[in-house]
């Protein structure tokens, strides 16, 4: 059975030590204390809103809304800090709140009204941006609340929160995933919805927590992202939902659902944001940058789907010559 | 009658790890119907993709007319005239039955333009000549299995095949449609097709067969030419071994009614269905396809919401919204097709068995993974599955021990009302046999089996009693002791005659 770590965490992590090594052979800063924890910083956001995406994808959906949703909830929690007096303590977890009922309604739409997920939640990317944009007449807030920026700046014992927030969000996911009966349940149903039915899962409710899962990790990320810049704006976030799509498929995550490893997407986004940190480094400009991230993602993809093909390869290179025996 | 059409010459072929074809020579004559028979596994299938350009030999020679010729890709298969007819339909659910029919030589008017009307003119004549009703404007998707497959085989008969390759082209149909499909490929092999006939029914084989090829680990063990062999031996020689009694049923029934259904009716077309099932009972469900089998299946699981009726469980009246209803209240549904509705194909074996008792499981809010490999392994020793299906997922295992771990799931739970439907459907008999003595060890157990099953002589020998369906309803419940192959045929067959047991009826 999946546990926490197995062979499907091998291919992620290594593709992540690779380009680490490419990284800090090719720049000299790479490696510097400093570098290292910027990279933490940066790779918190996005690794985290990651999870959600993970989860909904290993239940064979799909979920477009999460960038717009950060916009939509920064501009909420601005409207919480500044101009309705809400304390930040306060405000914080009714932002988690909303995000998780935000999610849970796109969840019944597409479980339970039976529309695709693709299109339930395209449908919310962009209503979530207009929405955002309906606060403080469209324009950005800033300089919230000086407290909240420690949720993102702030350390303890030297390290940068963001990496405990990592630590206790994958933990709780991996776990969640590995040893409970609504993780089993999220991998059946994306496995196979027909028989996920017949043999007594809830699919409509599976699938719709997976994105109240997702909408809650969309507003941990939004919260980072307005404590990050002490601001709310309608503009943050975007394309943030395909870099956690990117960050899960990186990490080995079937589209089709039900298979994946939710650790993998961890190290799938720390690929991802080592190679910007590389390209950044080396001072290339965003151009290359986002054409080396559409390269990777295809490579990802590929090196799994031609994963038959390539140990064929590699067995006619060695040339083993197969024993007899039953044959399908 | 009796020219060679096409010859295999020791063709070998080897995958990583396994030799699937190992030296297999077979002449198929002109006018002949050839059956390839032989366990999953024994090579069948690597020698249909051979023989249908899916892939190419490693050595040995494919003669025509004597000549040595190469059949690159299904394309030249198609121009050499070979038509396959494979297990896995390769019709598009989305299209008409006459575009299905044609696909891929859709017949152009003027201008490039695809004449439909002769598209539906033509499909039409193939379905006539095939005896069969189906419209070709139908889509295909809203047809049963049976149909499906019959619209298959259309598409061979529409491009005048020499020779057509059928890989089990009955393991969907009916009675009915067997012996329709049986009559079209006599006409054909009349008219000189060579046909390649392949089948896990050994009854058929019996029925339409002229000569047979029989395979085992890769290489021929039995070719027999033009003579008949009787069906004791060719079992034999499939396995390997004496496989002894090929039904072992137990009697497990006993009088206490575990599930009763009152006047049950839906729109799905279950008409007034009233039966009772037995603790440790095996209750066959027989007829031909269409009658009503599955549907009486989906109303009692809360599939299909009930119009009329009501269903009775242990004294108890009960009303299933949904199949969570049915299944918390003891009931499972082993469905037709393994492949799409029952197993978790990114699960290894463990995760499928324990996927509907998931909650039994559940340790102070964990799932206890030490329990449920215990639990599981034990399971699978005592069903003899395949230990690699262990850490391996179940995509990599045979028919047979997938089916057995679908069967496993309910073994596993409390479920006390299994209902089989055609459970033996696509796995060699070595599983099939398996799988009888599973349904043994449910009975003994105390649990009820519906049993629904298109191959007579198994419903017959693992029935207690069969319900015989027509037209969505139960038409008799009879002792299965007291019925013949030939009752329950006519019975379920015709409208006209209905079924009149033999000594005397069984309650119902």
């Not at chain 1, 496995?191 to 699919?203: K, R």
């Not at chain 2, 020579?25 to 999953?40: D, M, P, R, V």
Request: charged share 20%; aromatic share 6%.
């Amino acid at each position: 059975m999946k546990r926490m770590f197995d062979a499907q965490l091998i291919g992620p992590f290594a593709a992540m030590i690779i380009a680490a090594a490419v990284v800090a052979l090719t720049t000299d800063s790479f490696l510097n204390p400093g570098n290292l924890s910027n990279l933490s910083l940066q790779v918190s956001i996005v690794a985290l809103i990651a999870i959600g995406a993970t989860v909904v994808i290993f239940a064979a959906g799909i979920d477009l809304s999460a960038g717009s949703m950060v916009a939509l909830l920064t501009m909420i929690l601005a409207q919480m800090l500044k101009f309705m007096g809400i304390p930040l303590v306060l405000a914080v977890p009714l932002i988690l709140l909303t995000g998780c009922l935000l999610g849970l309604f796109i969840g019944l739409i597409t479980a339970y009204g039976r529309i695709p997920s693709f299109i339930a939640t395209l449908a919310a990317l962009i209503a979530f941006r207009g929405l955002a944009l309906t606060f403080n007449n469209g324009s950005p807030v800033f300089s919230l609340d000086p407290a909240l920026e420690t949720i993102f700046y702030g350390s303890l014992l030297g390290i940068p929160l963001p990496f405990f927030y990592l630590v206790f969000f994958y933990g709780l996911a991996a776990f969640g995933m590995n040893y409970t009966k609504l993780g089993r349940e999220i991998y059946a149903v994306g496995g196979n919805p027909a028989a996920a039915v017949l043999t007594g899962i809830d699919v409509k409710r599976v699938q719709a927590i997976t994105f109240a899962i997702a909408g809650f990790m969309t507003a941990v990320g939004a919260i980072l992202m307005a404590a990050r810049l002490n601001s709310g704006s309608p503009n943050y976030g975007q394309t943030l939902e395909l870099q956690a799509i990117a960050a899960a498929v990186v990490g080995g995550a079937s589209l089709a659902g039900g298979r994946g490893n939710i650790l993998a997407t961890l190290m799938g986004a720390m690929t991802i944001v080592i190679v910007q940190n590389g390209l950044n480094l080396n001072a290339a400009p965003s151009s290359v940058q986002n054409i080396v991230l559409g390269t990777i993602i295809l490579c990802a993809v590929g090196l799994d789907m031609w994963r038959v093909e390539i140990s064929a390869f590699t067995r006619r290179i060695v040339g083993r010559r197969p024993p007899p025996g039953k044959a399908g | 009658m009796t020219t060679a059409f096409l010859e295999l010459a020791r063709i070998s072929k080897a995958y990583p790890g396994v030799l699937a074809n190992d030296k297999v020579s077979i002449t198929l004559l002109a006018g002949s119907i050839h059956g390839l028979l032989g366990e999953n596994g024994c090579g069948k299938s690597t020698l249909i993709k051979t023989l249908s350009g899916v892939q190419q030999p490693d050595s040995g020679d494919i003669l025509l007319n004597g000549t040595p010729i190469r059949i690159p890709d299904p394309q030249a298969a198609r121009r050499l005239g070979i038509a396959t007819v494979f297990q896995e339909f390769s019709i598009v659910p989305t299209l008409s039955v006459g575009e299905n029919i044609f696909l891929g030589a859709l017949p152009r008017g003027r201008y490039g333009v695809v004449d439909w009307r002769k598209v539906h003119a033509d499909a039409a004549a193939v379905l006539a000549e095939m005896d069969v009703d189906i419209p070709t404007e139908a889509l295909t998707g809203t047809l049963s299995v049976g149909e499906q497959q019959l619209v298959e085989i259309a598409k061979a008969v529409a491009m005048d095949a020499r020779m057509i390759i059928l890989d089990e082209p009955t393991a969907a149909l009916g009675e009915d449609e067997i012996e329709r499909l049986h009559t079209l490929l006599r006409g054909m092999r009349s008219r000189g097709t060579a046909i390649l006939y392949v089948s896990h029914r050994l009854d058929e084989v019996e029925r339409i067969v002229d000569e047979v090829t029989i395979l085992r680990n890769g290489r021929v063990v039995r070719a027999s030419g033009e003579m008949k062999i009787a069906i004791p031996d060719i079992v034999n020689a499939m396995v390997g071994e004496d496989v002894g009694e090929h039904y072992p049923k137990e009697r497990n029934a006993t009088d206490e009614v575990v599930l009763e259904a009152r006047g049950l009716s839906t729109r799905a077309g279950v008409r007034d269905v009233s039966l009772a099932l037995h603790r440790g009972e095996v209750l066959g469900l027989g007829g031909v396809l269409g009658s009503g089998r599955t549907e009486i299946a989906r109303a009692l699981f809360g599939t299909d919401a009930l119009t009329g009726g009501d269903i009775v469980l242990d004294g108890k009246h009960v009303r299933f919204r949904n199949e969570s209803d049915a299944i918390r209240a003891g009931l499972a549904l082993v469905p037709e097709n393994r492949k799409v509705d029952g197993l978790f194909f990114n699960f290894t074996a463990s995760g499928n068995i324990t996927a509907a008792s998931l909650a039994t499981l559940v340790r102070r809010g964990v799932l206890d993974l030490a329990a449920e490999d215990t639990a599981t392994r034990t399971l699978m020793r005592d069903l003899e599955i395949s230990a690699e299906a262990e850490d391996k997922t179940v995509n990599f295992l045979s028919g047979g021990n997938q089916q057995k771990i679908v069967i496993a799931r309910w073994l596993f739970s409390d479920a006390r009302v299994l209902i089989l439907d055609e459970p033996t459907q696509g796995i060699d008999i070595g599983a099939k046999i398996a799988v009888y003595t599973l349904i043994n060890r449910l009975t003994r157990a105390g649990k009820s089996v519906i049993l629904i099953s298109s191959d007579h002589d198994e419903l017959l020998a693992m029935s207690d009693r069969i319900a015989v369906m027509r037209h969505g309803t139960i038409a008799r419940i009879v002792d299965a002791a007291s019925l013949t192959r030939n009752d329950l045929v006519r019975a379920s067959a015709s409208t006209a005659d209905p079924v009149r047991p033999r000594p005397q009826e069984a309650t119902v």
